[in-house]
């Protein structure tokens, strides 16, 4: 059964495909709702991303998704929500260097240092990221820890992979993971800020952030701010560049280091190098970004230190 016969089968009559992510496709149903078929979530995890919904609702200066009805009658779970307001940021976003990109870049810091701002709820304690089952950050476990472990965890299931197309990778992962440490503070973290998760108005104002709970988690603000940097443009020839400037944005508004963001982005990216791999879309796979992220001689000199 298709998603759209899916849907049909729910008594959504002609349902306008709206976008598709890593989690899901999205679909207008008119009347103000739209509805989000998973590609991978259960019943009981998006039950427990409706708690998540409920925690933060409110707690940000935009707008978040809150569920309405959870159906399960096909291959796929299928939620009901309210169709937010604002236009995805890629779609009226200057391309990088144009004039007024800086708009954009200014939009996506606003929603990294909004959401730095948040105290994690309680029940991303409870909540797994990726394709992963057991939480991420349960109470006790620090966040190096955490992340330390969700990093073997990946490699351990793609390590081959990894290092068939990164220069000493064993040796680099090694110092990866020496140079991550604890913070003092953490905060939630959503982990998949894209251009495509901001919604804007016609200013460029953030009015809603979208698809919390792939890899939302109890964290670092400072690794929202390096992941961000990276996939707000992550197919761009000029990656490398944009990174810099989005960096330079962190460093200088909310004063996070610069090794340490690209500490973080290392870690993000080898968390993401995989995560299309079953994707029902077949899209691309991360895993070439990533090899071109740690043999560049930023990443090499910072790991073969």
């Keep these: 059964m298709s998603y759209d016969e899916q849907l049909l089968e729910l008594g959504f009559q002609a349902p306008e495909e709206l976008a598709i992510g890593m989690q899901g496709a999205v679909y207008r149903l008119?009347?103000?709702?739209?509805?989000?078929?998973?590609?991978?979530?259960?019943?009981?995890?998006?039950?427990?991303?409706?708690?998540?919904?409920?925690?933060?609702?409110?707690?940000?200066?935009?707008?978040?998704?809150?569920?309405?009805?959870?159906?399960?009658?096909?291959?796929?779970?299928?939620?009901?929500?309210?169709?937010?307001?604002?236009?995805?940021?890629?779609?009226?976003?200057?391309?990088?260097?144009?004039?007024?990109?800086?708009?954009?870049?200014?939009?996506?810091?606003?929603?990294?240092?909004?959401?730095?701002?948040?105290?994690?709820?309680?029940?991303?304690?409870?909540t797994a990221v990726l394709d992963e089952t057991v939480p991420f950050r349960p109470e006790g476990v620090s966040w190096s820890e955490a992340l330390t472990g969700l990093l073997r965890r990946r490699v351990a299931r793609f390590g081959d992979q990894l290092a068939e197309v990164i220069d000493d990778f064993e040796a680099k992962f090694d110092s990866l993971l020496g140079q991550l440490t604890d913070v003092p503070r953490t905060r939630l973290v959503h982990g998949d800020v894209t251009a495509g998760n901001i919604l804007v108005d016609g200013d460029l104002r953030p009015v809603t952030l979208l698809d919390f709970g792939l890899s939302t988690m109890v964290g670092d603000p400072a690794f929202e701010a390096a992941s961000a940097a990276s996939v707000i443009d992550l197919w761009s020839p000029r990656v490398r560049e944009i990174e810099a400037a989005y960096d330079a944005a962190f460093t200088d508004r909310l004063g996070y280091d610069a090794v340490q963001l690209l500490v973080y982005r290392c870690a993000y990216s080898l968390i993401i190098a995989n995560a299309h791999d079953d994707d029902p879309y077949g899209r691309d796979s991360h895993l070439p970004l990533t090899a071109k992220l740690f043999n560049t001689p930023e990443v090499t000199a910072l790991l073969t230190r």
């Excluded at 509805?35 to 707690?59: N, P």
């Excluded at 707008?63 to 940021?89: D, N, Q, S």
Aim: aromatic share 8%.
């Design 30 to 126: 008119g009347q103000g709702k739209v509805a989000k078929v998973w590609f991978h979530a259960g019943e009981q995890e998006l039950r427990t991303l409706a708690e998540l919904y409920d925690a933060i609702d409110g707690q940000l200066p935009f707008r978040t998704p809150r569920m309405l009805e959870l159906h399960r009658t096909g291959r796929y779970c299928v939620t009901v929500e309210e169709e937010l307001p604002g236009v995805p940021l890629h779609t009226v976003a200057p391309a990088y260097g144009e004039p007024g990109w800086e708009r954009a870049r200014d939009c996506v810091v606003d929603v990294v240092e909004a959401l730095a701002q948040v105290e994690a709820p309680e029940v991303l304690r409870r």
